[in-house]
């Protein structure tokens, strides 16, 4: 489940019924980085949403 906390007064979470998209662009298990682009919607107890399009991710992985 993914949760953001913004400025620390809201926290939002991914809307299941919500289009969410992953695509995985690169993998590389010598370096452990993983990059590719996101698309999501995100929503609070508040019934207030964040669309985030064109979400972009480069970041080491570890395997535990």
Do not use: H, M
């Not at 906390?5 to 993998?27: D, H, M």
């Not at 609070?44 to 535990?64: A, L, R, T």
């Amino acid at each position: 489940r993914f949760e953001l906390n913004y400025n620390c007064t809201a926290s939002y979470k991914l809307l299941e019924q919500g289009k969410s998209r992953i695509n995985i662009s690169y993998f590389d298990t010598i370096s452990k980085i993983v990059s590719g682009t996101f698309e999501l919607e995100l929503t609070n107890p508040k019934g207030e949403s964040i669309k985030i399009k064109q979400g972009v991710f480069d970041s080491y992985y570890s395997e535990e």
